[in-house]
Antibody, heavy 125, light 110 residues
Framework: EVQLVESGGGLVQPGGSLRLSCAASGFTFSSYDMHWVRQATGKGLEWVSVIGTAGDTYYPGSVKGRFTISRENAKNSLYLQMNSLRAEDTAVYYC???????????????????WGQGTLVTVSS | QSALTQPASVSGSPGQSITISCTGTSSDVGGYNYVSWYQQHPGKAPKLMIYDVSNRPSGVSNRFSGSKSGNTASLTISGLQAEDEADYYCSSYTSSSTPMFGGGTKLTVL
């Protein structure tokens, strides 16, 4: 059974840092692109970052330069290092396993087939 | 890059059918057959309901179906049940390669 379990969320002051983790099990972790997606309370889903099977990474402009996605295949783990946090980064953060279109570049999304339960990050003084 | 456009809310009575639309452009929805739909109950993670426009993952009820015409994809739920009340999001492959979601649609079962 595929499982994704996030951890590391919490309350942090503006300008602070936080590191999220996602423990994966039930599948060959190294064979899949992995994403972080966030959702502010009462809002829609927002893509945050992706790391491909070869380690290439992509970010939207809203987090580029502040967030760093990484993976440790030996530990079946995905991470999100978040620096210079802002109030607008407050959200539930989900890790998600992605299926890529055939012959497509790393990080391109066909669909998300499994999601974790999410971890809440609150940025507030 | 703008999100895909979904109606904010739809509603229907038990047993009826409803359709949720997802409108994009020729650079995303209209250009590729990689539209997916997700169901999200309050406080829960999203769940994949439809992928590649019209395919259902194993375990998803056949009351859920997907289609596409031009730049608009649609999710249809037939035989509406109380448990279908949730938020629904569409997503599409894009020519820019970055994932894109719709704004979400709240389904109310009357």
């Amino acid at each position: 059974e595929v499982q994704l379990v996030e951890s590391g969320g919490g309350l942090v002051q503006p300008g602070g840092s936080l590191r999220l983790s996602c423990a994966a099990s039930g599948f060959t972790f190294s064979s899949y692109d992995m994403h972080w997606v966030r959702q502010a309370t009462g809002k829609g889903l927002e893509w945050v970052s992706v790391i491909g099977t070869a380690g290439d990474t992509y970010y939207p402009g809203s987090v580029k330069g502040r967030f760093t996605i990484s993976r440790e295949n030996a530990k079946n783990s995905l991470y999100l290092q978040m620096n210079s946090l802002r109030a607008e980064d407050t959200a539930v953060y989900y890790c998600a396993r992605a299926v890529r279109p055939p012959m497509a570049a790393a990080g391109t999304l066909r669909y998300f087939d499994y999601w974790g339960q999410g971890t809440l990050v609150t940025v507030s003084s | 890059q703008s999100a895909l456009t979904q109606p904010a809310s739809v509603s229907g009575s038990p047993g009826q059918s409803i359709t949720i639309s997802c409108t994009g452009t020729s650079s995303d929805v209209g250009g590729y057959n990689y539209v997916s739909w997700y169901q999200q109950h309050p406080g829960k993670a999203p769940k994949l309901m439809i992928y590649d426009v019209s395919n259902r993952p194993s375990g998803v009820s056949n009351r859920f179906s997907g289609s596409k015409s031009g730049n608009t994809a649609s999710l249809t739920i037939s035989g509406l049940q109380a448990e279908d009340e949730a938020d629904y999001y569409c997503s599409s492959y894009t020519s820019s390669s970055t994932p894109m979601f719709g704004g979400g649609t709240k389904l109310t079962v009357l």
